[in-house]
């Protein structure tokens, strides 16, 4: 009886020491180049939820040990929203700290100029100034739509 049981356990134990062969390799480390994307790539904000919203841009790699600078521009083309009538920004860059995966940009509406024209802030990541980080080719540009 104890023998059969042994059997079993060991039966049963050498099925499942093999079944772990079927499981991915997750060990896999990134190793391209450092890339930042915007995430959502569009959004919305009613000045009803307050004239503030943050961009939310992500690194895509490891992170890194010191801060890094990145910049982005305002697509003038595609934006029907107009800096210093429709937002304002601080400026043209936003930092990535140090051992983080997010950065954002702070966008300030001019609520009382957004009407129901509904106007259209479009910005394009540029990477950083060394071009060691780039911008992700599909989701570098972030709409936001600008609501009363």
């Keep these: 009886m104890k023998l059969t049981t042994l ?7 050498a099925v499942l020491l093999g079944l772990t062969g079927c499981f991915p390799d997750n060990s896999r480390i990134f190793d391209g180049s450092l890339q930042v994307e915007f995430n959502p790539t569009s959004d919305t904000q009613r000045m009803s939820n307050g004239s503030t919203y943050n961009a939310t841009i992500q690194l895509i790699g490891p992170h890194q040990s010191s801060d890094i600078t990145l910049n982005f521009e305002i697509d003038t083309e595609n934006s029907t929203a107009v800096m210093g009538e429709h ?11 140090a051992n983080s995966s997010f950065a954002t940009i702070t966008i300030n509406a ?4 957004i009407d129901d024209e509904r106007p259209v802030l479009v910005i394009n990541l540029l990477g950083d100034a060394t071009g060691e980080v780039i ?5 570098k540009s972030f709409a936001l739509t600008l609501r009363p």
């Design 7 to 13: 059997i079993k356990f060991s039966l049963i134990g």
């Design 135 to 139: 911008a992700a080719e599909n989701y």
């Design 87 to 97: 937002f304002e920004l601080s400026g043209l860059s936003t930092v990535l700290p």
């Design 110 to 113: 001019i609520e009382e100029n």
